[in-house]
């Protein structure tokens, strides 16, 4: 069956870093591309950064361009997220997702079970 598990989230005081790990398991993923989510409380999910596994067509939203590296290493099925300099408005629910070639991010095909990173001022 197959799975994204998601670690590594935590309480970090602003300007701090915290690195989001995902683990994705069950299946090939070789054909996927794998992604960051995050829900803020009253907040609609989005997207924050995806890549390939090959470390192509990489996306980050603005709001943390320069701040946030995502990285993946196809040999252990594991895909991060490192960030650096964390504000308070980075605290919500951060998800593992991966969506097919030529599917959308509308409607990723998988989803971790999140993990929280609490950001304090």
């Known amino acids: 069956q197959a799975q994204l598990t998601e670690s590594g989230g935590g309480l970090v005081q602003a300007g701090g870093s915290l690195r989001l790990s995902c683990a994705a398991s069950g299946r090939t993923f070789s054909s996927y591309v794998m992604g960051w989510f995050r829900q803020a409380p009253g907040k609609e999910r989005e997207l924050v950064s995806a890549?390939?596994?090959?470390?192509?067509?990489?996306y980050y939203v603005d709001s943390v361009k320069g701040r946030f590296t995502i990285s993946g290493d196809n040999a252990k099925n594991m895909v991060y997220l490192q960030m650096n300099s964390l504000k308070p408005e980075d605290t919500a629910v951060y998800y593992c997702?991966?969506?097919?070639?030529?599917?959308?991010?509308?409607?990723?095909?998988?989803w971790g079970q999140g993990t929280l990173v609490t950001v304090s001022s």
């Open positions: 997702a991966a969506v097919k070639y030529g599917h959308t991010w509308a409607n990723p095909d998988y």
């Open positions: 890549t390939t596994w090959a470390g192509r067509s990489i």
